[in-house]
């Protein structure tokens, strides 16, 4: 088990999509697909819809709040972000996608050492109280 701070409370479960580059929700994530299109971003052409998105913050303006709000509105967000930081972002877009539409995603926050720790493709359960447990592929 790894211990995080939830930002935003909630369960969840997914595979792991793991960067260490900050990622702009703002012409960086598709609302539609899911698919990140910043063509500079380590995760281009991947998809994180009903993934565990593990970056370790938003990069850029407010704006990653909207595009990341519309993308749970629409059905296509990553199941669950975590952070290596207190991300107001993503922080943000779910408690309003709470506020308008019951519909949050658990926004964890890990230290540095534990964030490192995660692969891409890792199975990782979220808990309510912002532990995770993670798995590695068989």
């Known amino acids: ?23 702009s929700f703002w012409g960086g994530y598709d609302q539609w697909t899911g698919e990140i299109i910043d063509r500079r971003h380590p995760l281009s052409g991947e998809n994180a819809k009903g993934k565990v998105l593990v970056v370790p913050a ?11 709000l519309e993308a749970i509105r629409n059905g296509n967000a990553p199941a669950a972000i975590v952070v290596s930081c207190v991300d107001r972002f993503f922080a943000l877009a779910s408690i309003v996608a709470d506020e ?13 050492e534990d964030f490192a720790g995660l692969q891409t493709g890792e199975q990782v359960e979220i808990f309510g109280d912002g532990r995770l447990s993670v798995e590695s592929p068989t």
Do not use: C
């Open 100 to 112: 308008m539409y019951g519909r949050p995603i658990p926004i964890i926050a890990l230290s540095e």
């Open 58 to 68: 938003s990069r850029g303006s407010s704006t990653t709040t909207a595009v990341l």
């Open 1 to 23: 088990m790894i211990e995080g701070k939830a930002l935003v409370a909630g369960e969840a479960k997914g595979l792991a999509l793991v960067t260490n580059e900050p990622l």
